[in-house]
């Protein structure tokens, strides 16, 4: 499974992005799918999850309310939506897939390919 991640950008404090991340490869509707970011100088840190149906969604404590994960499965595409922006979401950005994590869906080797990673900047 190919994930190709994009959408990032530099956006000011309290603006919205959406990241998508197309796949190729594989079958797409299979996969939960996660996003992942690591800001400068920090470990990667799990940001959302969703499931292979898009039923079931997870997300960590810090984005809840702000970030919301979706996907297609017609377009093999997932979705983050990021609003109010703050400059402590500055990272890059990945996309992940696994066959199924098991619960929480937030441990990075549970999933099983990656994305190469989108920018995200936020000016203060």
């Known amino acids: 499974v190919q994930l190709q991640a994009s959408g990032g950008g530099l956006v000011q404090a309290g603006g919205s992005l959406r990241l998508s991340c197309s796949a190729s490869?594989?079958?797409?509707?299979?996969?939960?799918l996660g996003w992942f970011r690591r800001a400068p100088g920090k470990e990667r840190e799990f940001v959302a999850a969703i499931s292979a149906s898009g039923a079931r969604t997870y997300y960590a404590d810090s984005v809840k309310g702000r970030f919301t994960i979706s996907r297609d499965n017609a377009k093999n595409t997932v979705y983050l939506q990021i609003d109010n922006l703050k400059p402590e979401d500055t990272a890059v950005y990945y996309c992940?897939?696994?066959?199924?994590?098991?619960?929480?869906?937030?441990?990075?080797?549970?999933?099983?390919?990656w994305g190469q990673g989108t920018q995200v900047t936020v000016s203060s």
């Open positions: 992940a897939a696994s066959y199924g994590p098991r619960w929480p869906p937030a441990t990075p080797n549970e999933y099983d390919y």
């Open positions: 490869g594989g079958t797409f509707n299979n996969y939960w």
